[in-house]
């Protein structure tokens, strides 16, 4: 399985990047896709994650009610709608692919891509 993200870049606080997660190199029916972060000097943490199958989503507390995973009917890319958009969502973010129907930030995280850098200052 490859991943590939893009979309990151700089942005001020208050505006809205979108992240892309291209996959290939599947046969499974039954997946998920996933975004975690790592900002400097910290640990990685789960972001969002989508059960494509069920098409229900997670979010982390500090993301809820301004990034958004989706997906179109072809299941891939994969997209992380950010608005509103602080310096604490600085970090490198990861797609990441789950060999099963369901996902989790603490386990089942079967792929990583190699991360797209978003910063977030003025």
């Known amino acids: 399985v490859q991943l590939v993200e893009s979309g990151g870049g700089l942005v001020q606080p208050g505006g809205s990047l979108r992240l892309s997660c291209a996959i290939s190199g599947f046969t499974f029916e039954d997946y998920a896709i996933g975004w975690f972060r790592q900002a400097p000097g910290k640990e990685r943490e789960g972001v969002s994650c989508?059960?494509?199958?069920?098409?229900?989503?997670l979010y982390a507390d500090s993301v809820k009610g301004r990034f958004t995973i989706s997906s179109n009917f072809a299941k891939t890319p994969v997209y992380l709608q950010m608005n509103e958009l602080k310096p604490e969502d600085t970090a490198v973010y990861y797609c990441?692919?789950?060999?099963?129907?369901?996902?989790?930030?603490?386990?089942?995280?079967?792929?990583w891509g190699d991360g797209t850098l978003v910063t977030v200052s003025s």
């Open positions: 989508l059960s494509l199958s069920e098409n229900t989503a």
């Open positions: 990441v692919f789950y060999s099963a129907r369901w996902c989790s930030f603490e386990y089942g995280m079967d792929y």
